[in-house]
């Protein structure tokens, strides 16, 4: 029987631990096979061994730096502190993309100057991405077909009115905490792929919209007496904060 | 991936914890105690500010290793580190008592190492005294992981060391950047 061929870069990365059980027993077959190989990782570890012998008692800290590190933990608690209170997924099957969806907006705001955004920002950034998937996904249709005064005979939300140019892709009615929410997912003009969310709910969202982005996505949110929306999108946050504006001003009574 | 709600065992958001890390890197880079510690400082004020940009439950240390590799590159203090290249500050870090035996050996080790290309000496702290993974320290020096491997594979070669060590001003050849 021949041991199996490993490659140099595979025994690398066998000293640094970064193989699996099986990869590192037939690293270790081979080594005890080839004296001269073994040796030289004997040597690599002896170098790694004495690297960090090198480095005892180097890394004290000044007191100052242990001040601005406490500074910065309580920074990064406070912009993750929401993630908490949004991490229990309602749709099973996109838990992990809301989760960290959730976490992520609760970076965006200057804390000093804005309150955390309502919870059904998260929601309506759920939505967003699901769609986004569902768009990619031959096996699920999107439907196209909008008829504005059924859907607002059914969910009670009064529907926006579009701006000329945009084109309706999908749409979605599905629930929430605060009852049926409406997704419609837009191709505007300049073909950028957003999505308007509305809820029937009497949410804390500011009634001129407010911007927040993280990552590759922008919100921006507001609300008209009773129901609150949230237009979602790839530009940038001062973009979309442009483009609900004008929408707000737009609506429909 | 944690499951939500569930305590983690330890704070994932301490910070304090990974400061000596941060230190020994910011040794490593800058050649010089004082030097080191200001870039630490620095860091960390660049983090409180850059605070929104860290995405929760990804690596806290790499995230910081990051912004003191960032700041160290992207100011003078490289240019600074590269004039400090001596064999002097080997020969200290190498000075302090790790038994009669073995304190040649350590020299010339710490000698090779600071030999080496800066490239070279941040991924080998961080790999193998750090014991960063691969993933984390190719987030941390943001380069793709077969760089990293690369880098350390010649890097570990230099350190294996063939002569003597102690022909300083010693430069390690065909260290051509591979980023």
Known sequence: ??????????????????????????????????????????????????????????????????????????????????????????????????????????????????????????????????????????????????????????????????????????????????????????????????????????????????????????????????ISYALIGAEAPEALDVAAEDFADNQTD | MTAPNEPLPTDPLEVVPHLSSLNRYARVLTRDATAADDLVHDALLRAYERAGTFQAGRSLRAWLFSIVHNLFVSDQRREQAERRRDARFAEVRAQSEHGQDHTLLLRELALRFDALPEHQRSVVHLILVEGLSYQEAAAALDVPIGTIMSRLNRARAALRGSGPAVRAPLRVVGGQDDA
């Open chain 1, 1 to 226: 029987m021949t041991p199996e061929q490993v490659s140099e870069t595979e025994i690398d990365a066998y000293v640094d631990g970064e193989l699996d059980m099986a990869r590192r027993l037939a690293v270790e077959d081979w080594l005890a096979r080839h004296p001269a190989e073994a040796t030289r990782v004997m040597a690599d570890l002896r170098t790694r061994t004495g690297l960090r012998l090198l480095c005892e008692g180097e890394g004290a800290v000044p007191p100052a730096s242990l001040a601005a590190a406490d500074r910065l933990s309580r920074r990064l608690r406070q912009a993750n502190r929401p993630k908490r209170r949004w991490a229990t997924p309602r749709r099973v099957t996109l838990a992990g993309v809301g989760g960290s969806i959730a976490a992520a907006l609760a970076l965006l705001p200057t804390p000093t100057v804005m309150a955390a955004p309502p919870a059904y920002v998260a929601d309506a950034v759920q939505g967003y991405q699901t769609a986004l998937l569902r768009a990619g996904m031959r096996s699920q249709a999107t439907s196209r077909d909008f008829d504005r005064s059924e859907v607002q005979r059914r969910t009670n939300i009064r529907v926006p009115r579009l701006p000329n140019g945009w084109e309706i892709t999908d749409v979605q009615i599905f629930p929430s905490d605060e009852g049926p929410a409406l997704q419609i997912m837009i191709r505007t003009q300049d073909r950028q792929d957003i999505s308007i969310f509305a809820v029937r709910a009497d949410s804390r969202a500011p009634q001129s919209p407010e911007a927040i982005r993280h990552g590759s996505t922008s919100v921006a949110y507001w609300r008209q007496h009773d």
